[in-house]
Protein backbone atom coordinates (compact mmCIF):
# COMPACT_ATOMS: atom_id res chain seq x y z
CA UNK A 1 0.00 0.00 0.00
CA UNK A 2 2.79 2.50 1.10
CA UNK A 3 4.91 1.54 -2.03
CA UNK A 4 1.38 2.57 -4.51
CA UNK A 5 1.09 5.33 -2.75
CA UNK A 6 4.92 6.72 -3.02
CA UNK A 7 4.68 5.52 -6.44
CA UNK A 8 1.68 7.47 -7.07
CA UNK A 9 2.87 10.42 -5.23
CA UNK A 10 6.27 10.44 -7.61
CA UNK A 11 4.52 9.44 -11.09
CA UNK A 12 2.36 13.09 -10.06
CA UNK A 13 5.49 15.17 -9.12
CA UNK A 14 7.56 13.71 -12.12
CA UNK A 15 3.76 15.05 -14.58
CA UNK A 16 3.77 18.26 -12.93
CA UNK A 17 7.58 18.84 -13.25
CA UNK A 18 7.03 17.73 -17.01
CA UNK A 19 4.27 20.27 -17.40
CA UNK A 20 6.52 23.27 -16.29
CA UNK A 21 9.10 22.34 -18.15
CA UNK A 22 6.69 22.82 -21.04
CA UNK A 23 5.41 26.02 -19.61
CA UNK A 24 8.94 27.43 -19.35
CA UNK A 25 9.85 26.39 -23.18
CA UNK A 26 7.08 28.30 -24.12
CA UNK A 27 7.83 31.11 -21.64
CA UNK A 28 11.13 30.97 -23.10
CA UNK A 29 10.13 30.93 -26.74
CA UNK A 30 8.31 34.11 -26.29
CA UNK A 31 10.71 35.72 -24.72
CA UNK A 32 13.42 34.89 -27.60
CA UNK A 33 10.24 35.92 -30.09
CA UNK A 34 10.42 39.38 -28.21
CA UNK A 35 14.05 39.88 -28.25
CA UNK A 36 14.37 38.71 -32.25
CA UNK A 37 11.70 41.52 -32.74
CA UNK A 38 13.80 44.16 -30.90
CA UNK A 39 10.92 44.29 -28.34
CA UNK A 40 13.33 44.08 -25.28
CA UNK A 41 11.16 45.78 -22.45
CA UNK A 42 8.68 42.45 -23.64
CA UNK A 43 11.71 39.92 -23.30
CA UNK A 44 12.61 41.85 -20.06
CA UNK A 45 9.12 41.12 -18.57
CA UNK A 46 9.38 37.52 -19.74
CA UNK A 47 13.05 36.32 -18.64
CA UNK A 48 13.40 38.48 -15.35
CA UNK A 49 11.24 36.24 -13.35
CA UNK A 50 12.04 33.34 -14.91
CA UNK A 51 15.80 34.26 -14.32
CA UNK A 52 14.80 35.06 -10.21
CA UNK A 53 13.54 31.93 -10.00
CA UNK A 54 16.46 30.49 -11.30
CA UNK A 55 16.29 29.07 -14.69
CA UNK A 56 19.63 29.36 -16.17
CA UNK A 57 18.29 29.40 -19.81
CA UNK A 58 16.67 32.88 -18.75
CA UNK A 59 19.36 33.82 -16.93
CA UNK A 60 21.80 33.87 -20.29
CA UNK A 61 18.51 35.42 -22.12
CA UNK A 62 17.96 38.37 -19.38
CA UNK A 63 21.98 38.98 -19.82
CA UNK A 64 22.10 38.81 -23.72
CA UNK A 65 18.37 41.33 -23.38
CA UNK A 66 20.22 43.80 -21.12
CA UNK A 67 23.72 43.68 -23.93
CA UNK A 68 21.53 43.88 -26.77
CA UNK A 69 19.84 47.32 -24.78
CA UNK A 70 23.53 48.30 -24.27
CA UNK A 71 23.26 47.94 -20.28
CA UNK A 72 26.47 46.62 -20.16
CA UNK A 73 26.79 46.57 -16.19
CA UNK A 74 23.52 44.29 -15.78
CA UNK A 75 24.46 42.33 -18.92
CA UNK A 76 27.83 41.48 -16.97
CA UNK A 77 26.14 40.69 -13.78
CA UNK A 78 23.75 37.93 -15.16
CA UNK A 79 26.63 36.71 -16.93
CA UNK A 80 29.04 36.82 -14.33
CA UNK A 81 25.96 34.88 -11.61
CA UNK A 82 25.15 32.44 -14.62
CA UNK A 83 28.95 31.61 -15.31
CA UNK A 84 29.12 31.28 -11.06
CA UNK A 85 26.21 29.05 -11.17
CA UNK A 86 27.99 26.84 -13.82
CA UNK A 87 26.81 27.66 -17.42
CA UNK A 88 30.04 27.50 -19.82
CA UNK A 89 28.13 29.59 -22.31
CA UNK A 90 28.02 32.60 -20.02
CA UNK A 91 31.47 32.09 -18.86
CA UNK A 92 32.49 32.46 -23.16
CA UNK A 93 30.17 35.60 -23.02
CA UNK A 94 32.07 37.36 -19.77
CA UNK A 95 35.31 36.92 -21.84
CA UNK A 96 33.37 38.46 -25.42
CA UNK A 97 32.02 41.21 -23.50
CA UNK A 98 34.83 42.10 -20.83
CA UNK A 99 37.60 43.43 -23.80
CA UNK A 100 34.79 46.22 -24.18
CA UNK A 101 34.26 47.05 -20.86
CA UNK A 102 36.34 49.28 -18.65
CA UNK A 103 38.35 47.74 -15.46
CA UNK A 104 35.42 49.74 -12.92
CA UNK A 105 32.70 48.28 -15.10
CA UNK A 106 34.15 45.04 -14.53
CA UNK A 107 34.53 45.29 -10.74
CA UNK A 108 30.90 46.52 -10.13
CA UNK A 109 29.74 43.87 -12.66
CA UNK A 110 31.33 41.32 -10.93
CA UNK A 111 29.77 42.53 -7.39
CA UNK A 112 26.45 42.75 -8.77
CA UNK A 113 26.90 39.43 -10.05
CA UNK A 114 27.56 38.27 -6.74
CA UNK A 115 24.31 39.34 -5.47
CA UNK A 116 22.62 37.81 -8.04
CA UNK A 117 24.67 34.44 -7.45
CA UNK A 118 23.59 34.53 -4.12
CA UNK A 119 20.06 35.10 -4.76
CA UNK A 120 19.28 33.08 -7.86
CA UNK A 121 21.65 30.66 -8.21
CA UNK A 122 19.58 27.10 -7.56
Given amino acids: MIRSIFFFALLAATQVFADNQVANQAEIQ ?26 WNAQGFLAHTHRMMENNLEAYAWYYATARCGSVDAGMELDMLESKLSPETIEQGKTLGDVYYDRYCR
Fill in 30 to 55: AGVNALGRGNYPMALEIFQPMAESGD
